[in-house]
């Protein structure tokens, strides 16, 4: 660490330093500005040249003058330092503690940013992991190591879904639990709020370490938190052994810091007046989610994002579509029926689901009935389309079976309490009651044996 | 030595004296690798293919005098190279499941050893010239590696190896060139990736690149040699197409370039690939293939990179006569490298915040597909390029995908209803075309059918009408339809599921052979025509619709296998023996009333 402090600040603008003299200052060096109180606050270099260096302030430059601000070079990149008693406490974006309890003292730090893995090293992700949720476990399986969105809209109930995904998720035979990393960035009080009081009341909390950027925080500590929070999971899960299950929200905040700071920065703008490395920016963050070779641990990822006015197309749910391994979309007219959780099931997915179910994960039939719920529902939905044009009484007898199928589908497996856990034995015995509405011809997905085994259907109801 | 003034993200500004553009520099303390892109003045401009965390101006630089080049030698296959041709298992040795920074492997691997057969007219005092076979060495069981003369060397040699046990750094032949001096040759050469490598011309054949996909294969043709793109929403299922091709093309080697995707999709392929066989060889899939990974989250400036590094080196097999396929996932993103870097050097954007010369960097990329006679004019081999194309928000308007369709011969549409419905592979038979389908036509009636052709069209015809009566069917009702109109609708959903769908992970479905392909086409479609006959003498389209035939006739595909032809053919003559039957009770009794 240099004892220097330098005078050198030229201008100060939104959360950026133009500082004049460069002091060869490293790219990504952390700088501790102090202002004229004394006050210490945080920054980084993010370009630097011979005669100019470009700080961003993770507090903002409010309040700071050109003249009695003074900076000190810490010759470091940002570190998080890492120690089991991390679990149970609540850090800020930068890992200062929000609890009023003391720093996190040890001797082993790491770089917030990480490094790549290297995809050779990495282990297929494929071990289900069981959330209790039919329209998740059945339709779009959740395995150890995926990456695997929710895809939200204001008003809807992500942060309930969410909770109960903590709550309940589990291996099906093995009963050790998922050590927690949530991070939350620009959330309201009452958010945090709610979660801080789910993972207590579901004495979760001594396995959570919490990440917490307000909305009322400064934006910019919204681009090191998910970072700050990944180091602290990736700690958990290759040096103590633990399974991680990371909780991001929301992304969209994130997001919106970025393209705040970018604009600040004068960075040329692409979609939306997001930045054009927005992708790999998101990737970055993703891409740390998995299970490597040889390593007990794994970090499984759940990021929840709000789609902006509903739209999927908007860039922020569209880049996290092509890096996350599948999304769980929630639709605003099943939450107008009251179905909870709301899962949109047609556009919802997951690409990992294909390797994670079937006889030796959950049941041989899995895939399968999987794959047949969809076909009938996507069916089941254009009979309800057409019924809404030429009326229900004009359709075909079979046509109707669909449109039964569609509400049965909708409010007894789509639908289930926030309190009700169903095992993947009982989603799939539910998804063959259900399919049992249909005849057996229209189900051209599920093998005549499986539909021998399990399709009880009624020719005369 | 010259020295850093200036570190912007990726670009970093150097002083050095006697650089020239396309260089390539050692930067710092860490050595980090990086290629220089302008020159002004006394300063260079240097885009850096890792992570600049750390780097500070003042530290040193060292130009390499090379421009950015592959290795390319036995050792290939199998392996998995980063964007700047690395090999990553290698890394993983040296610096953990982290990659390093700044770290020196060679590409190819140096201590192997491989027994070495000269060609035949190997000999003292025999020119040889680019291009032409110095030897063999067997890189795995089903490939035969030919190692080759540099393109640009020329000249009598002088000496040469014996059959034998050599590393590649071993020397294997000298010869003396046109400026009497000695080049000594070994089993490997460097070639810079930007400069495509030199052929003899251009031919143009008619072999249609097989994929084992009907709605690929028998709809939407392609040959080899040909380029084509896989545009496609996020979840239409744009990998799953390219990993069935890269499973199932009958090509002899198989590149998958990896470019800013995810890391776990290439080691679903590591780990599969070696499992799965060749169905044209009988040998594991990972023989033929090998893999560029530059992962989303790995450094951006190495993912403009690779795209140039997985053609080079599948050019270097095609210069060996060999049929190579390079499946790259996604342009898109290579595409956004460039943005990335036109945008932190200043450059005017035009649409969406691309660079002006997007289009023609594509174009001159895809340009390097092709079938040619190779330089020595021994052999033939092809480059048959097949790219993903990541469309922001599925909308096939934006800049690289109407670009690339510009360019491109064979265009595989991915459409989000289809996948939301789970109807896979999602190809749309509306957006999709292809050029090559006359030319693969010639193919079909020699090997498969002269029918094919005729049939195909038949198909297509019937799967757009259904697309059009179902428009009219939303707007008042199935009501309105005639009953043959009915019946079209009948045999699309049939052709949609029977056929058009086809399962990756269904083993017998996942790939179809050619004479399958098209006698399920043509069972369905025979199917279609008898049903109109019995409509006409008035059977009721609910009583067709409801035959067990129906769901049978769906489920062909998975009964099946590619052997078992014959009993296809027996389970449909029962089937349309008994329609035979039925059409005989509806005559009747049409002659009744009559």
């Given amino acids: ?461 | 030595m010259g020295s850093i003034v200036e570190v912007n993200g990726p670009l970093v500004t150097i002083r050095q004296d006697n650089i020239r553009n396309g260089e390539q520099v050692r930067l710092g303390k860490l050595g980090l690798v990086g290629e220089v892109i302008s020159l002004h003045q006394d300063t260079a401009l240097v885009q850096v293919y890792e992570s600049t965390e750390s780097l500070r101006p003042g530290e040193n630089v060292i130009g390499l005098g090379k421009q950015l080049s592959v290795e390319l030698g036995p050792g290939m296959l199998g392996q998995i190279f980063d964007g700047v041709q690395r090999p990553l298992n290698r890394i993983l040795e040296m610096s953990g499941e982290q990659i390093a920074r700044g770290l020196e492997v060679p590409s190819l691997d140096r201590e192997k050893t491989w027994h070495f057969v000269p060609a035949d007219k190997l000999a003292v005092g025999q020119q040889v010239c680019g291009g032409e076979i110095l030897g063999t060495v067997q890189e795995t069981e089903t490939i035969q590696h030919r190692i080759l003369v540099p393109p640009n060397t020329c000249g009598d040699i002088v000496e040469h190896a014996c059959e034998g046990d050599y590393k590649i750094e071993d020397i294997i032949a000298s010869v003396r060139n046109k400026n009497d001096q000695i080049e000594h040759l070994k089993m490997y050469h460097d070639w810079p990736v930007r400069t495509p490598r030199p052929y003899h011309s251009r031919t143009h054949s008619a072999m249609p690149l097989l994929t084992g996909q009907r709605i690929l294969d028998t709809f939407f043709p392609l040959l080899k040699g040909g380029k084509a793109a896989v545009p496609g929403p996020f979840g239409a299922g744009k990998t799953m197409v390219q990993q069935q091709i890269a499973r199932w093309a009958n090509a002899d080697i198989v590149l998958y370039v990896g470019c800013g995707e995810r890391g776990n999709e290439l080691v679903d392929i590591l780990e599969t690939f070696p499992e799965l066989t060749d169905p044209h060889s009988g040998r594991s899939l990972m023989e033929r293939t090998f893999l560029v990974a530059n992962t989303s989250n790995m450094p951006v400036v190495a993912r403009e990179a690779s795209i140039y590094v997985g053609v080079t080196m599948a050019e270097y097999y095609r210069d060996q006569g060999y049929d190579v396929v390079m499946v790259a996932d996604s342009t898109s993103r290579w595409a956004e490298a460039l943005r990335e870097v036109a945008g932190r050097l200043g450059q005017m954007p035009v649409e969406e915040g691309y660079p002006a010369y997007l289009a023609s960097r594509l174009a001159a990329f895809y340009e390097r597909a092709g079938n040619v006679n190779t330089m020595a004019k021994q052999s033939s081999g092809s480059v048959t390029l097949i790219g993903a194309v990541s469309p922001p928000g599925g909308d096939f308007s934006e800049p690289v995908t109407s670009h690339t369709k510009e360019i491109i011969r064979t265009f595989w549409a991915l459409s989000k209803p289809l996948a939301d419905a789970r109807h896979y592979p999602a190809v749309s038979w509306t957006e999709s075309f292809s050029d090559y389908q006359d030319r693969a036509q010639s193919w079909w009636a020699e090997n498969v059918d002269h029918k094919w052709a005729k049939h195909r069209q038949y198909a297509l015809s019937l799967l757009t009408q259904a697309d059009e009566l179902e428009r009219i069917v939303n707007l008042v009702g199935p009501e309105a339809l005639s009953s043959s109109q009915r019946w079209v609708l009948e045999t699309a959903s049939i052709l949609k599921e029977g056929l058009l769908q086809q399962s990756a992970l269904d083993e017998i479905d996942s790939y179809c052979s050619p004479a399958k392909q098209f006698k399920m086409m043509d069972i369905m479609l025979r199917f279609h025509e008898t049903g109109k006959e019995l409509i006409k003498l008035g059977a009721p389209v609910e009583q067709l619709a409801q035959l067990p035939e129906n769901g049978k006739i769906r489920r062909i595909k998975s009964v099946f296998t590619n052997d078992q032809l014959s009993d296809m053919e027996n389970f449909a003559e029962e089937l349309f023996e008994h329609l035979d039957c039925m059409r005989a009770e509806y005559a009747g009794a049409k002659e009744v009333q009559a």
């Fill in chain 1, 1 to 461: 660490m240099r004892q220097v402090e330098y005078k050198q600040v030229t201008s100060a603008r939104g959360s950026l330093l133009f500082l004049k003299g460069g002091n060869n200052a490293a790219l990504g060096e952390r700088v501790a500005i102090r202002d004229k109180d004394g006050q210490i606050r945080n920054g980084q270099v993010i370009r630097t040249s011979e005669d100019m260096v470009l700080v961003q302030v993770f507090e903002s430059t409010a309040n700071l003058d050109l003249e009695n601000t003074w900076i000190r070079y810490l010759d470091q990149p940002f570190e998080l330092p890492l120690s089991p008693d991390m679990l149970g406490r609540n850090f800020n974006g930068i890992g200062k503690p929000r609890d009023n309890r003391p720093p996190i003292v040890s001797s082993l730090v790491r770089n917030v940013n990480g490094a790549p893995i290297n995809p050779s090293a990495r282990a297929y992700p494929k071990e289900f992991i069981q959330t209790g949720v039919s329209s998740i476990d059945g339709l779009n399986s959740l395995v150890r190591g995926q990456k695997l969105p929710v895809f939200s809209a204001s008003g809807l109930p992500h942060n309930r879904l969410a909770a109960q995904i903590v709550r309940q998720a589990k291996l099906p035979d093995d009963s050790s639990n998922f050590v927690i990393v949530f991070a939350a960035m620009g959330v309201s009080h009452s958010d945090a709020h709610f979660f801080e009081t789910e993972f207590e009341s579901s004495g979760v909390l001594r396995n959570v370490v919490m990440f917490t950027n307000l909305a009322n925080d400064p934006p910019m500590e919204r681009l090191i938190l998910p970072r700050t929070a990944l180091t602290a999971a990736e700690y958990l899960a290759y040096d103590l052994d633990h399974h991680v299950l990371v909780v991001i929200t929301d992304m969209t905040n994130y997001a919106e810091a970025l393209r705040e700071i970018a604009t600040e920065k004068g960075d040329v703008p692409s979609r939306k007046g997001y930045p054009g490395y927005l992708y790999s920016d998101l990737a970055e963050i993703y891409e740390r989610a998995g299970r490597v070779k040889d390593r007990h641990g794994s970090i499984t990822m759940i990021p929840i994002l709000s789609m902006p006015s509903d739209d999927i197309t908007h860039p922020i749910p569209d880049l996290t579509g092509y890096i996350t391994e599948g999304q769980i979309v929630l639709s605003r007219e099943l939450h107008s029926k009251s179905v909870y959780p709301p899962v949109n099931v047609p556009p919802s997915l997951s690409r990992l689901m294909k390797d994670g179910v079937g006889k030796e994960f959950t049941r041989e039939d899995h895939p399968h009935v999987a794959s047949q719920l969809y076909a009938s529902y996507t069916r089941a939905l254009e009979a309800r389309n057409l019924a809404s044009i030429i009326g229900a009484e004009e359709l075909s007898g079979r046509d109707r079976r669909f449109l039964e199928f569609a509400d049965a589908f909708e409010n007894r497996f789509i639908m289930q309490g926030e309190d009700t856990e169903r095992n993947i034995i009982e989603t799939l015995d539910l998804a063959w009651e259900l399919l049992s509405l249909l005849p057996p011809e229209s189900l051209s997905r599920v093998s005549e044996a499986e539909i021998q085994k399990y399709h009880s259907w009624d020719e005369t109801r």
